[in-house]
């Protein structure tokens, strides 16, 4: 039986925690050390997110629990390709652990698509569906029942993915997020065919491009839009973070070994072809990120991986009404204290949501929101506050060297200037960046929500998560000015948080329940 919050009564916890990437498989684990009890939200079906990506049947069977004789330390082959795996398999097992003990609740394969508004005592009721899952066939899979869990607390660790910019010929077949492709090498152990080129900027293209060599894959280049000597304007920020050094040097050892060209202040900009990927046109840039005349260079290929950094995914932040900010990178993130308390009482945030900062950040902030919510709460542990004070200063050095980062690799400010008019912005609903600049020039849009009204960029299936960014830029270009956090929030606010069935807004409403303002409208 439910009870008025429209929770089943033995479903309320201290706390729940959505995502179990790094940083919400470090809350999970650490707020259950502290004898609280958790409940941890995921679509996915094994800890890990994206950055621990692995091959479902090595770890788990199909309930998604250990598989018999999975050892913790993960085999070699568990492991390939991976950072910190030992971090990873310390803390999965400590998981289980508690998972077993029912300290932790595990719900896999699970989404948050609703958060209800507070009760007076602070709890609020989440709104739970499973992921759906669409067979070959076209026919949905089938539903469980309606599920909701009540908590005390939140700690959303939603991650982030990857930005994408737009480039002429970027919707042929065989142009790929970068993190895509180590999402298939990771996951799925599948290299794209043929000859690749990797662009963009920042050092996750190395990994990509290493990751790709090794798999016995030609890259013909490597193409970072800005220059290494931008570390040099940041060298306070980037000695913050020495460990880091033995990565970039195992992957240019691998670029060296492979004889991959590695091209600074070049970009991919037009890809070429007429069913498929067939060339790049690779072109040098200036400072600011504008095409050096007559410098582009047409290089044959079957694939391009595309990455300018990552952006948070915020639907959840922005759906509990949390404030948020532009970051140094021009990213939207969360605001939040030194304790990672969002500016909504009884809301925390952890991992890329706070700003980009890798996996190693990500899992210091996990620990830092549990143990902060545990000290809200009186958690068990007398030494709370030195644990959380040495938290803060690891966090602060993490940040330190994401900034210096960012702050190396922008964006390139003059990018719009490689699109033509006929150039795809939006590839849900095929608006172009000639239907955007009329849209500017005719009917007086000079901001993302107007663009997004009037030559619907971001209205399609994906809400905007691939061209929301680009979309707010082209707005803000075409306007004379720099995006804003309101332009980013307007490109990033969603009604509901995940695509959920029909039938179970329809359940939500039989149970009494009001749906957020514009829900049956929305586009899907």
């Known amino acids: ?34 004898g609280l009890a958790v409940v941890l939200i995921d679509a996915g079906q094994q800890p890990g997110g994206q950055f ?22 993960g085999g070699a082959e568990e492991g390939a390709g991976h950072h910190d795996w030992k971090t990873f398999t310390e803390l999965r097992s400590r998981l289980y652990a508690h998972e077993t003990s029912g300290r932790v609740r595990y719900l896999r394969g699970t989404q948050l698509w609703l958060l209800d508004t507070p009760a007076p005592d602070g709890t609020r009721v989440l709104q739970l569906s499973p992921v759906l899952e669409v067979p070959a066939d076209g026919t949905p899979a089938a539903e469980a029942a309606p599920g909701s869990v009540r908590a005390g607390r939140l700690v959303l660790c939603p991650g982030g993915y990857d930005r994408q910019l737009p480039v002429p010929g970027w919707e042929l077949p065989g142009v790929m997020a970068a993190g895509g492709v180590q999402a298939l ?17 920042g050092p996750f293209l190395l990994p990509v491009a290493a990751g790709l060599a090794r798999a016995g894959v030609k890259v013909a280049a490597v193409c970072e839009a800005n220059s290494p000597t931008g570390w040099l304007r940041n060298l306070r920020g980037a000695v913050r ?19 991959i060209p590695y091209r600074t202040r070049t970009a991919v900009t037009e890809i070429h072809g007429t069913d498929r990927v067939e060339a790049v046109t690779l072109s040098k840039l200036t400072p600011d990120g504008a095409v050096v005349a007559g410098s582009g260079r047409r290089v044959p290929c ?33 605001v939040v204290d030194d304790r990672l308390n969002s500016s909504v009482p009884g809301v925390s945030v952890a991992g890329e949501a706070t700003g980009i900062g890798g996996a190693a950040m990500a899992v210091v902030e996990g620990e830092l929101a549990a143990l902060s919510a545990a000290a809200a709460r009186g958690g068990e542990s007398p030494d709370l506050p030195g644990r959380i004070a040495r938290l803060q200063r690891e966090r602060a050095r993490l940040r330190a060297f994401a900034v210096a980062m960012h702050r190396a690799n922008p964006v390139p400010a003059r990018w719009t200037g490689w699109l033509t008019p006929d150039t795809i912005v939006c590839r849900c609903e095929e608006a172009s960046y000639g239907d955007l600049c009329n849209a500017h020039a005719e009917l007086g849009a000079d901001d993302a929500r107007s663009l997004k009204s009037y030559a619907r960029p971001g209205m399609g299936w994906c809400q905007g998560r691939v061209c929301g960014f680009a979309t707010t830029s082209i707005a803000a270009d075409l306007a004379g000015r720099g995006p804003t956090a309101e332009d980013l929030q307007a490109m990033s606010k969603r009604t509901l948080a995940a695509p959920v ?3 179970r807004l329809a359940a939500l409403t039989d149970s009494g329940m009001e749906l957020p303002h514009g829900a049956a409208g929305e586009s899907p």
């Open 1 to 34: 039986m439910k009870n008025e919050t429209g929770a089943d009564p033995e479903m309320a916890f201290d706390v729940a925690v959505v995502g179990a990437g790094p940083a919400g498989l470090a809350a999970a684990v650490h707020a259950g050390d502290c």
């Open 52 to 73: 621990w990506r692995h091959r479902d049947e090595e770890v788990h069977g199909a309930s998604g629990t250990p598989a018999e004789g999975a050892g913790d330390e």
């Open 185 to 201: 090498l990771k996951g799925s152990m599948v290299v794209p065919g043929g000859t690749g080129v990797v662009g963009g900027t």
């Open 241 to 259: 973070a020495p460990e880091k050094v033995p990565e970039g040097v195992e992957y240019a050892a691998v670029l060296a070994r492979h004889r």
């Open 302 to 334: 079957d694939f391009v991986a595309l990455g300018w950094g990552f952006t948070p995914s915020l639907e959840l932040v922005l759906a509990a009404g949390a404030a948020t900010a532009l970051d140094v990178d021009g990213s939207l993130v969360a």
């Open 501 to 503: 069935s029909l039938g």
